[in-house]
């Protein structure tokens, strides 16, 4: 889910700064927090964003909601003392793990903290206000439903990179120029990685003819395209059906027709289309004739892209993306770079293995392999668990100065070919033992990649039956990270694996 770009991320230091002012006397005054507060802020791309809290309080209890650019969401668990304040707000990526949100009033401001699961700290101020940051545009009537046609893309996952996971609003021309250098000479485009995404925080305002212009971030989207097709790759962009992106940039409501057009005219080859702020406007059950309507925009220019859906999972896109003209479509909420999120959307996946297929694939997010928030064998894992699963493989990570390492686990031959088997068949867990599970693929050469994960706080020995693979007699087993050959075994394979680590296999019968 969004995490919002307004605020700065601060450190420890800081954090204890503003903490421990809440004890200051001269911060106390016994105040009514009802009604609003709003922060704002332009950022050096000349956007800006705004968050208004919306406070009732009765007692010392506080409730409310907050209202983001992308949506609202609701106060619980919320109080005061006059003095500081504490409240939760459930994010629709997680229901399990609240953001926490506490803060010091001081007159007409509050000093605010929030701490979103998977991420740092975030302060902001925010002030007494009667803004309301407005309503919403009226709704434009929906098109009736129809099939848009394949637009022959994506025959295996998409692979590439993605700005978002690593740089988030500190995206640019130059950072973009430098990521397609890297990635021409480092092997990764040779090994496929061909898509360089650039996510939310591109946008600038429209021109008087409503046509959408790049930021100052961005002086020439051609040019910059341009420079990526001379390195041999593709340019993805993003975009959101509502007025506003999840980072509180121009979207494309209303310019549906008119933003893809634009970007054909650039050379655009893939786009990524959040949700964010159409929430405001539609529904749930709206989703899909909302998507249908840049499918079908994109199929008008003629160029071929690669359509892109960001929308959480909600409303079960894998059952329609297909039908709106969509390669792909997100299965989970916002990927962190860490173990705990990694397990929790990861091995969720095993409903939706008979939705994937060539030109249609579940994306279960981007990569977060080499940002350094998880170690290597939990990396290996995310990498095995997404070549299962059939998903896009897009490095979210700064592909400039990768260790050696990530630069292993990204590019391992063996582990991409799996993903990219053109049989697209999706992995099924196959069979759990507490923490510890085997997932399988069946790949088109007839023989099958099989994950022995351990998901447990300890290393633990994990097993594949050669029965639960629906096999007998005696196989090869090929493993996929140490690249070594053990032949002929009989029954099934035990292997040691290391905590939130992966032996990543390929059977074959031996004939
Ligand atoms: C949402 C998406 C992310 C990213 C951000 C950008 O949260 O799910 O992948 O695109 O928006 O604002």
Known sequence: MPRSLTAKLIGPPLLWFLLSAATFPSATSAADLTGRWLNEETVPDGNTTQIVIVFQQTGSHLGGKII???GELRISNGSTDGKTFKFDLMTPADDKNPAKYEGTIQGDELQVISHWPGNNNTAYTAKRTSNTMGDPPARIALPALHPVP????????????????????RVSDAVVREIADAMASNGMRDAGYIYINIDDTWEGKRDAAGNIQSNNKFPDMKALADYVHGKGMKLGIYSSPGPKT????????????????????????????DWCSAG?????EDLRAVYQKMGDALQATGRPIVYSLCEYGMDDPWKWGPSVGANLWRTTGDITDHWSALDYTGFAQNDLAPYAAPGHWNDPDMLEVGNGGMTDDEY???MSLWALLAAPLLAGNDIRTMSAATREILLNPEV??????PAGHQAKRISKQGDLEVWAR?????FQAVGLFNRSAATAQVTVRWSDLGLSGTQDVRDLWTHKTTASVRDG?????????????????VK
């Open 68 to 70: 983001f650019s992308w």
């Open 150 to 169: 394949y637009n022959g893309l994506a025959a295996t996952p998409p692979m590439g990179w993605n700005s978002w996971n690593h740089f988030e609003g």
């Open 246 to 273: 999840c980072g509180g940039y121009e979207g494309s409501y209303g310019h549906e027709q008119q933003d893809a057009k634009t970007y054909a005219q650039w050379g655009i080859d893939y786009l990524k289309y």
């Open 280 to 284: 405001r406007i539609y529904r749930n």
């Open 380 to 382: 290996r894992a995310h």
């Open 416 to 421: 991409v070919a799996v993903d990219q088997d």
């Open 442 to 446: 069946p790949l088109s050469d007839g």
């Open 493 to 509: 394979y035990s292997q040691l694996v290391p905590i939130h680590g992966v032996v990543f296999l390929k059977i074959v019968p």
